[in-house]
């Protein structure tokens, strides 16, 4: 069967297209060649010039896993204006709360009726990784992937504490990967959910752990250094310690240097940019950030802009967490320690732009976007749902599109706020072009995704088609049609038909004889078996509706 | 394929999911817990369906229980003792059927779920228990009844990574015939027990929590306990390294026992400010927490309260309960269940199905919520599986739709 998109505006950043009028072709759910003349075209869309791009992907946003689920159970608040509402009858904008924690159908729904075609969970918790798995099965349309968490695990932290030699990491790392069934390595907080355990309250970059006698820098340098030897594409993706902390700015841009000039990403900075100045003692660091970024090649970083409104934090940064529970709002919050393993803290918050603080964060995180010069080194996130729910990415993209709609937002600040930001200096609009490289090329090359986030030759056929308007919240909130692997799924920003999606992993090689290793201290500390912390690809698949795409990398 | 790979089971008897169950153990029935050994030893009764107490085939009980269900004008999905893949084929039943949903244990569920909405909490997992804590405080439970090998696999330890594991203190507050012996460390040291009946566990807990946050406290005496003591237990919990206070919302079965729960776990949140101490709430079976996380992940809500008088069919599921029935002239009733049901009256419907970790794999959240394990078949049958039967009932429901 053959499939033809006539006349489709091309925006293609892989590609370098830029608004080419050009023909697509669909066989077998991959993009092919213009087929020869005596082959049938089954079906045609004359798109008349609207534009068209490859299927967006989600490179940070919590869709599964314990402490989703746990924000899912903690605000019941939700559930009363879910009665009021018509959930699958409209895209949410930044206010409309119940969408924070929405249940995994939701979550595919949503994120396909905006041309969303893949997210990638960047918190798995290694033993909660089945359980990550089994959520992200059950949700529809979109395709996923995740990150496993190491780095506060006891197990590499007692490695580390040994000298163990970098083969050995990278084994581990390697190991990790298979068994969790990941396409990536996160840090959160290095070595910061563990010192929690020993009543430690904060952990800088290096500062040593007060039972290990390691610093967070070297955590950072082991894992990076793995991460690239093994060879993966996506390098370490890494939550800075000292999350959300007044003056935390100079940990990030030291953070940058800890893997001496091996790639590494930086996730939500916008929560990892705060200076000290002001009668408040809370100002935007966002300039310096920025300069470092756009200095220091080996770093991306994704921006975890905050909105308005209700929603619910999700973080596997327990000891920070704990201490922002103090301003949770509705007063409520979950802590957790998680099996020697990691961490995790959900706490409610309600971003407020008559807040002083919440309005600084929130002109932070657009002044960040505004000033790194590259849009194939930082994308577009909120941190879902922990800056906002990913329904707001629409929203998003015009305050980066449209600089008097920005302008006219920020005029309702906090004028304290106000006082303290730049924003309104910054003159820059994102084009169609960037956003495209942000939210498609980008991050597909910062996965390892080759088949995806492009309309080449022999990428997937995940498509998304817009009329192109002049409010862009309007035209990313609705496209006109969304292809998922060939097959048109999305009609006039309404579902048309629903299609389950694979899980993206990638699985290097290494020396299996760290698992005896890893076997030995199972048994002796752990309260369950090794192999049972091991997922299989046929337990990935098992209620039959998700796969396994393996990709080979390096 | 599991199976061939290794001979251990996961055993859901309860919802410490031990996962050191050897073929050989079961086939010897040598295992080391009550539970597990009733668990193992059951065998098929019903190999067949039934309409009304006759036998009939699968096909003939799946029309029948359709039919029941598009009569209902409010079906009710209970019981729900299965596992995740179970309480994804009974969600699936339920929004066909536009039926509520809820589960054995919802009470106990419940009440633990009121206070981590109301509050939230602080909590802790079996790993990190076992190899951290230096003072475990059980309140209102002795645990053991409910996780028989509690002390064996989690406090008893050969090794810890950060605490002599022989020289925790063991104590427990409160609670009614309680079973303090696996308290007893392998040297000899007994446990302190600070006795007092289950149902004065509230001023005692609410006292405990005062202590703990320095406030005055006047009076000698809380329901019979001395608040020197409370004071001493207080100061203990303050000193400790990692403390663990356990309940066992099943054991807190009085009005309002989700305020001694939130007194325990505010308790916790006040020790945090300033040492480490975390909550851990044990008990769980019947796949109270797998069924409660996959309908909040389907859903986006948790489970319900069953409310049977307001529904005019029942789906009963009770593969890890077979004696379970729902309550006398709830009618008609659909079991979807164990093979070895035991029916005082017939049901309308029966269709036996496998249980998972028995008769067919599955996968289980283990009681701390963190931790999932897969479930293999230790008796594999030829039994359908919950999805198996639910599927049928669906495309049959879909076809009388169409007709």
Known sequence: MITVLKNAKVVDPAHGKDGVVQDIYI????????????????????????????GAIDMHSHIGGGKVNIARMLLPEYQEMRRMQEPEAHICGPNCSHHATPNTTDTGMRYIE?????????????????????????????????????????????LLSQNADQKTINDY???????????????????????????????????????????????????????NEVGIAKPLHVHCNNLGVAGNFQTTLDTMGASDGIPMHLTHIQFHSYGLE???????????????????????????????????????????????????NPKKSVIMDIECDAGCGVVPFKYRDQNYVN?????????????????????????????????????????????????????????????????????????????????????AKLIGLRDRGHLGEGAAADITVYTEQPDKEAMFATPDLVFKDGQLVVKEGKVVKVVWGATHTVKPAFDLAIERDIKQYFDRYHTMQMHNFKISNDQIAEDGRNHVINHTQG | MTQLLNAMHTCPACGLLCDDISSDAIARQQLGCGKAAKFYARSAKHPSAQINGRAVTLSEAVKAAASILTQSKSPLVAGSSTDVHGARALVDLS?????????????????????????????TTLTEVRNRADVILMIGTDVVSHNARFFERVVWVDEAMFTHASQRKIIYLGGDDLNTQPGVSPDGHAPEVIACAAAHLPEVVAVLRALVLDKPVTGTQVAGVAVS???????????????????????????????????????????????????????????????????????????????????????WVNSYSPDAMPP?????????????????????????????????????FRVDGSVTLPLTAAKPGDLPSLRDVVNQILTTLEQGALA
């Not at chain 1, 007060?210 to 955590?219: A, E, K």
């Not at chain 2, 929004?95 to 909590?123: F, P």
Request: aromatic share 8%; charged share 20%.
């Open chain 1, 27 to 54: 066989r077998d759910g991959r993009i092919v060649a213009r087929p020869s003349a005596n082959e049938k075209i089954d079906e045609v869309f004359d798109l008349n010039g609207k534009i068209v791009m490859a």
């Open chain 1, 114 to 158: 905006m041309g969303y075609t893949a997210a990638f969970e960047p918190a798995i918790l290694a033993v909660n990784a089945r359980q990550a798995h089994m959520e992200m099965g059950d949700t529809p349309m979109i395709d996923k992937g995740g990150y496993a968490m190491l780095g506060n695990d006891d197990y590499l932290l007692r």
């Open chain 1, 173 to 227: 790392v390697a190991w990790t990967l298979h068994a969790t069934q990941t396409i990536g390595i996160k840090v959160v907080n290095p070595g910061g959910i563990s010192a929690f355990k020993f009543n430690e309250r904060r952990q800088d970059l290096d500062q040593l752990h007060s039972y290990y006698n390691i610093t967070p820098r070297r955590i950072l340098q082991a894992l990076s250094r793995a991460v």
């Open chain 1, 278 to 328: 002001g009668d408040k003692k809370f100002s935007s660091a966002a300039a310096n950030i920025a300069e470092a970024v756009n200095k220091n090649k080996h770093i991306t970083v994704d921006v975890g802009q905050i909105l308005f409104g209700q929603t619910v934090t999700a973080s596997g940064d327990n000891m920070m967490q704990h201490l922002n529970a103090k301003v949770a």
């Open chain 1, 359 to 443: 309005a600084l964060q929130w002109a932070i995180g657009l002044e960040i976007f505004l000033s790194v010069d590259d849009p194939w080194r930082i994308f577009l996130t909120t941190d879902h749902p922990n800056g906002a729910p990913f329904t707001s990415y629409p929203h998003l993209i015009r305050l980066l599109m449209d600089k008097t709609f920005r302008n006219e937002a920020f005029d309702k600040l906090n004028l304290d706020a106000q006082a303290m930001s730049n924003l309104k200096t910054l003159e820059r609009e994102y084009s169609l072009y960037e956003i495209a490289i942000m939210t498609r090329a980008a991050p």
């Open chain 2, 95 to 123: 929004h066909a059927t536009h039926a509520s949903m809820t589960h054995l244990n919802a009470s106990s569920t419940l009440r633990n779920m009121q206070v981590l909405q109301h509050r939230g909490w602080q909590t």
């Open chain 2, 229 to 315: 003591t409370l004071k001493a237990l207080a100061d203990t919990l303050k000193a400790a390294k990692y403390a663990t206070l356990v309940w066992v919302s099943k054991d807190l079965h009085y009005a309002h026992a989700e305020l001694t729960i939130e007194h325990i776990t505010e308790t916790v949140v006040a020790l945090n400010q300033k040492s480490r101490a975390m909550g851990l709430s044990m008990g769980g079976s019947d796949g109270d927490t797998s069924v409660n996380y996959a309908h909040t992940w389907l859903n986006g809500v948790i489970i319900d309260q069953p409310d049977w008088e307001s529904h005019d069919a029942v789906v």
């Open chain 2, 328 to 364: 006398a002239g709830a009618a008609p009733v659909i079991v979807l269940g164990a093979s070895d049901s035991e029916f005082t009256t017939p049901p309308a419907v029966f269709i036996p199905v496998a249980t998972p970790g028995l008769e067919c794999d599955g996968q289980m």
